[in-house]
């Protein structure tokens, strides 16, 4: 079993900034990678940014220079900073990790947080 639990959503005016936080915990072998989606009302999820164990990113283009995503290997974590926020940037976002939990384990699985809300004010 494996949880992730998002935190650092909430409401924001434009130009501001934000940090989201995510850690993993459970049974955890190992993480190949981690990363965010976003989902607004009537739009399908979608990619903001993902980062590798080997420290490999990538951003969708709508946040490239805005966006930075990066992971705490050692404690299961990633963070998104998010700066210059836009009103559409608002959706609820969420965290993703791709992982193994066990050594055994030949194939890897996606697990999910919650979700956590960001509203983007104009």
């Known amino acids: 079993q494996v949880q992730l639990v998002e935190s650092g959503g909430g409401l924001v005016q434009a130009g501001g900034s934000l940090r989201l936080s995510c850690a993993a915990s459970g049974s955890i072998f190992s993480i190949n990678s981690m990363g965010w989606y976003r989902q607004a009302p009537g739009k399908q999820r979608e990619l903001v940014a993902g980062?590798?164990?080997?420290?490999?990113?990538n951003y969708a283009d709508s946040v490239k220079g805005r966006f930075t995503i990066s992971r705490d290997n050692a404690k299961n974590a990633v963070y998104l900073q998010m700066n210059s926020l836009k009103p559409e940037d608002t959706a609820v976002y969420y965290c993703?990790?791709?992982?193994?939990?066990?050594?055994?384990?030949?194939?890897?699985?996606?697990?999910w947080g919650q979700g956590t809300q960001v509203t983007v004010s104009s």
């Open positions: 980062a590798t164990s080997g420290g490999s990113t």
């Open positions: 993703n990790a791709n992982l193994r939990s066990t050594w055994f384990q030949s194939t890897s699985n996606d697990y």
